[in-house]
Nanobody, 121 residues
Framework: QVQFVESGGGLVQAGGSLRLSCAASGSTFRLDVMVWYRQAPGKRREFVAGISSGGHTNYMDSVKGRFTISRDNAKNTVYLQMNSLKPEDTAVYYC???????????????WGQGTQVTVSS
């Protein structure tokens, strides 16, 4: 059974930075494409950033140049460094594995509790 535990969210002013972490259990972490998603109030969950087992990355257009996804396979952990934050980045952030590269649908039905990011203007 896979379990995700997200942390690192908080309240920051616009232009600030946060670093999110997601600790993942499960033996396939090293092979999985890992993804950060977010869900804003009243909106559907959306893809934010993905990283392959080999370190290739992909981002949604609105965060390119501001967010950086990385992973530490030894720790089964994926990170999201968020810089130059904007109020529209406010959301609950979740991680999961993806079905495959560039198919960002989540692989697992089990989600963590997420971590709240709030950016004030």
């Amino acid at each position: 059974q896979v379990q995700f535990v997200e942390s690192g969210g908080g309240l920051v002013q616009a232009g600030g930075s946060l670093r999110l972490s997601c600790a993942a259990s499960g033996s396939t972490f090293r092979l999985d494409v890992m993804v950060w998603y977010r869900q804003a109030p009243g909106k559907r969950r959306e893809f934010v950033a993905g990283i392959s087992s080999g370190g290739h990355t992909n981002y949604m257009d609105s965060v390119k140049g501001r967010f950086t996804i990385s992973r530490d396979n030894a720790k089964n952990t994926v990170y999201l460094q968020m810089n130059s934050l904007k109020p529209e980045d406010t959301a609950v952030y979740y991680c999961n594995a993806a079905l495959r590269w560039e198919n960002w649908a989540p692989k697992f039905d089990d989600w963590g509790q997420g971590t709240q990011v709030t950016v004030s203007s």
